[in-house]
Protein backbone atom coordinates (compact mmCIF):
# COMPACT_ATOMS: atom_id res chain seq x y z
CA UNK A 1 0.00 0.00 0.00
CA UNK A 2 1.08 3.76 -1.05
CA UNK A 3 0.38 6.44 0.81
CA UNK A 4 0.21 9.93 0.04
CA UNK A 5 0.39 12.43 2.58
CA UNK A 6 -0.82 16.28 2.30
CA UNK A 7 -2.24 19.79 3.87
CA UNK A 8 0.50 20.96 5.36
CA UNK A 9 1.70 24.51 5.06
CA UNK A 10 2.27 27.39 7.56
CA UNK A 11 -0.08 28.33 10.35
CA UNK A 12 0.14 31.17 13.10
CA UNK A 13 0.09 29.88 16.94
CA UNK A 14 -3.74 29.17 17.94
CA UNK A 15 -4.80 28.37 13.90
CA UNK A 16 -5.84 24.91 12.59
CA UNK A 17 -4.74 22.51 9.47
CA UNK A 18 -6.46 19.21 8.33
CA UNK A 19 -4.00 16.74 7.27
CA UNK A 20 -5.14 13.74 4.70
CA UNK A 21 -3.36 11.12 3.92
CA UNK A 22 -5.19 8.78 0.48
CA UNK A 23 -3.74 5.10 0.03
CA UNK A 24 -3.22 3.92 -3.31
CA UNK A 25 -1.99 0.35 -4.53
CA UNK A 26 -4.07 -1.61 -1.95
CA UNK A 27 -7.19 -1.49 1.08
CA UNK A 28 -6.35 -0.23 4.35
CA UNK A 29 -9.28 -2.71 5.36
CA UNK A 30 -8.32 -4.32 8.72
CA UNK A 31 -5.38 -1.66 9.39
CA UNK A 32 -4.62 0.07 12.40
CA UNK A 33 -4.21 3.74 10.77
CA UNK A 34 -1.88 6.46 12.60
CA UNK A 35 0.28 9.59 12.32
CA UNK A 36 3.88 10.44 13.64
CA UNK A 37 5.95 13.66 13.74
CA UNK A 38 9.29 14.04 13.42
CA UNK A 39 11.66 17.59 13.97
CA UNK A 40 15.04 18.17 12.82
CA UNK A 41 17.58 16.25 15.13
CA UNK A 42 14.70 14.01 16.40
CA UNK A 43 13.19 10.69 16.44
CA UNK A 44 9.56 10.27 14.96
CA UNK A 45 6.94 9.95 17.16
CA UNK A 46 3.56 8.92 17.48
CA UNK A 47 0.82 11.64 17.77
CA UNK A 48 -2.15 9.52 16.61
CA UNK A 49 -3.97 6.40 15.56
CA UNK A 50 -7.57 5.03 14.97
CA UNK A 51 -8.51 1.36 14.93
CA UNK A 52 -10.23 0.08 11.55
CA UNK A 53 -13.83 0.57 12.98
CA UNK A 54 -13.03 3.62 14.27
CA UNK A 55 -13.86 2.23 17.46
CA UNK A 56 -10.63 2.73 19.47
CA UNK A 57 -8.42 5.97 19.27
CA UNK A 58 -5.32 7.09 20.62
CA UNK A 59 -3.36 10.25 20.85
CA UNK A 60 0.23 11.48 22.17
CA UNK A 61 -0.47 13.51 25.34
CA UNK A 62 0.82 16.63 24.24
CA UNK A 63 -2.12 16.80 21.71
CA UNK A 64 -4.99 15.61 23.72
CA UNK A 65 -8.15 17.75 23.06
CA UNK A 66 -6.50 19.78 20.09
CA UNK A 67 -5.79 16.93 17.64
CA UNK A 68 -8.65 14.51 15.81
CA UNK A 69 -7.91 11.41 13.93
CA UNK A 70 -10.42 9.90 11.51
CA UNK A 71 -10.70 7.35 8.48
CA UNK A 72 -12.69 7.06 5.72
CA UNK A 73 -12.81 3.38 4.64
CA UNK A 74 -15.19 4.02 1.83
CA UNK A 75 -12.36 6.35 0.30
CA UNK A 76 -9.76 4.62 1.87
CA UNK A 77 -8.49 7.47 2.99
CA UNK A 78 -7.48 9.31 7.08
CA UNK A 79 -6.99 12.31 8.53
CA UNK A 80 -5.56 14.46 11.04
CA UNK A 81 -7.61 17.86 11.94
CA UNK A 82 -5.55 20.10 14.04
CA UNK A 83 -6.68 22.88 16.32
CA UNK A 84 -4.91 25.52 18.56
CA UNK A 85 -1.78 25.31 17.44
CA UNK A 86 1.56 25.99 19.11
CA UNK A 87 5.24 26.95 17.80
CA UNK A 88 6.07 22.95 18.90
CA UNK A 89 3.84 21.62 16.90
CA UNK A 90 5.87 21.98 14.08
CA UNK A 91 7.38 19.04 12.43
CA UNK A 92 7.10 16.71 9.67
CA UNK A 93 4.14 14.44 9.63
CA UNK A 94 3.82 10.94 8.20
CA UNK A 95 0.96 8.44 8.12
CA UNK A 96 1.30 5.36 8.82
CA UNK A 97 -0.12 2.03 8.66
CA UNK A 98 -0.01 -1.68 9.79
CA UNK A 99 -2.56 -4.68 9.84
CA UNK A 100 -4.15 -5.74 12.98
CA UNK A 101 -6.34 -3.51 15.30
CA UNK A 102 -4.07 -2.40 17.77
CA UNK A 103 -3.18 0.92 19.71
CA UNK A 104 0.74 -0.13 20.21
CA UNK A 105 2.28 3.26 19.32
CA UNK A 106 6.12 2.44 18.05
CA UNK A 107 6.68 3.57 14.99
CA UNK A 108 8.87 0.59 14.04
CA UNK A 109 5.22 -1.73 13.95
CA UNK A 110 4.07 -0.22 11.01
CA UNK A 111 4.74 -1.12 7.56
CA UNK A 112 3.38 1.79 5.27
CA UNK A 113 4.48 4.77 5.12
CA UNK A 114 3.50 8.38 3.46
CA UNK A 115 6.45 10.88 2.34
CA UNK A 116 5.57 13.63 4.83
CA UNK A 117 4.40 17.25 5.07
CA UNK A 118 5.78 19.46 6.59
CA UNK A 119 3.58 21.87 9.29
CA UNK A 120 4.75 24.93 10.63
CA UNK A 121 3.75 26.99 13.26
CA UNK A 122 4.76 31.04 13.66
CA UNK A 123 4.40 32.69 16.79
Known amino acids: VQLQASGGGLVQVGGSLRLSCVAS????????VGWFRQRPGEDRKFVAS????????KYADSVKGRFSISRDNAENAMYLQMNSLKPEDTAVYFC?????????????????WGQGTLVTVSS
Open 96 to 112: AARLGSSSDTRASLYSS
Open 25 to 32: GGSLSRST
Open 50 to 57: VTWWGDRT
